[in-house]
């Protein structure tokens, strides 16, 4: 039972994930895989950020994700 509700918390991160790159890419005017490699590289906003401040991020809307994402994008200094 725990694994399965793990699995659950686990796809929904990763659903919840592609919609905060999809989103920034959008707004950024960019495709989504090199917002991708953006989040992904050195400081690593996918795993440092975005998935454990899931539960706080994605009970927002878009464009406060968006606006927030932006802001730790700048905050730590990266750039696409």
């Known amino acids: 039972m725990k694994e399965a509700l793990e699995k659950k918390n686990t796809n929904r991160e990763l659903e919840f994930t592609i919609f905060c790159i999809e989103s920034l890419a959008e707004a950024l005017h ?14 690593n906003l996918i795993q440092n950020y ?11 809307g878009k464009d406060y994700i968006v606006e927030e994402l932006l802001r730790v ?3 730590w200094g ?3």
């Open 30 to 43: 960019q495709d989504g895989a090199t917002v991708y490699q953006a989040l992904s590289r050195e400081k």
């Open 50 to 60: 975005i998935i454990p401040e899931y539960e706080v991020l994605h009970t927002q």
């Open 73 to 75: 994008m700048k905050d």
């Open 78 to 80: 990266i750039s696409l």
